[in-house]
């Protein structure tokens, strides 16, 4: 059996075109539903069935627009600050991702590799809370600028606890059918 490629493109109307006029109207139906809940308030594409990676750095008032979608963000230990990704703090409808221990510079602020068995336990619990809201049948979106890159620094301060939360990631998309 050969493998045919289709390509179907959302238009400004919410209507979807598509390059074979022989596919079947119902997954061009089932693909506008999936796609029409979602206010493109952000920009970015599809990892998987239901992870959105956004690239831009999103609001407040993007994640208010899309209380259905649930909006993963770097944090720190404490749960202090609203720097970075963090700026989403208080939505009801964001999910953090531990990355520091505190929201300052100083040197005992950033997570260290002599300390890996405690930054991945952290990640873990996080990592699995996502997967859970995944299993609940919840969408998620994500930063496509990754996480622990920006103001945490863990490629430097701590390269092995960062090659975790990578793992982590790419775990969690291929989970859901994805690719990264």
């Given at each position: 059996?050969?493998?045919?490629?289709?390509t179907?493109?959302?238009?400004?109307?919410?209507?979807?075109?598509?390059?074979?006029?022989?596919?079947?109207?119902?997954?061009?139906?089932?693909?506008?539903?999936?796609?029409?809940?979602?206010?493109?308030?952000?920009?970015?594409?599809?990892?998987?069935?239901?992870?959105?990676?956004?690239?831009?750095?999103?609001?407040?008032?993007d994640?208010?627009?899309?209380?259905?979608?649930?909006?993963?963000y770097?944090?720190?230990?404490?749960?202090?600050?609203?720097?970075?990704?963090?700026?989403?703090?208080?939505?009801?409808?964001g999910?953090?991702?531990?990355?520091?221990?505190?929201?300052?510079?100083?040197?005992?602020?950033?997570?260290?590799?002599?300390?890996?068995?405690?930054?991945?336990k952290?990640?873990?619990?996080?990592?699995?809370?996502?997967?859970?809201?995944?299993?609940?049948?919840?969408?998620?979106?994500?930063?496509?600028?990754?996480?622990?890159?920006?103001?945490?620094?863990?490629?430097?301060?701590?390269p092995?606890?960062?090659?975790?939360?990578?793992?982590?990631?790419?775990?969690?998309i291929?989970?859901?059918?994805?690719?990264?």
């Amino acid at each position: 059996m050969g493998i045919n490629k289709v390509t179907l493109t959302l238009q400004e109307d919410g209507s979807v075109k598509s390059t074979n006029k022989d596919v079947d109207k119902r997954i061009i139906n089932y693909l506008a539903s999936q796609l029409e809940a979602w206010n493109p308030t952000v920009s970015g594409k599809w990892v998987s069935a239901n992870i959105f990676e956004c690239d831009q750095v999103w609001k407040e008032s993007d994640v208010k627009a899309n209380p259905d979608y649930i909006f993963v963000y770097g944090d720190n230990d404490q749960h202090k600050g609203e720097g970075g990704q963090a700026v989403i703090r208080y939505a009801k409808n964001g999910l953090p991702i531990r990355t520091k221990k505190a929201p300052g510079y100083d040197e005992a602020d950033y997570y260290i590799d002599a300390e890996y068995k405690e930054n991945i336990k952290k990640l873990d619990e996080d990592f699995a809370a996502v997967k859970k809201a995944l299993e609940e049948g919840k969408k998620v979106v994500i930063s496509a600028n990754g996480y622990g890159n920006g103001l945490s620094r863990m490629p430097t301060k701590c390269p092995r606890t960062y090659e975790h939360l990578e793992k982590k990631l790419d775990e969690l998309i291929r989970g859901d059918g994805g690719w990264r």
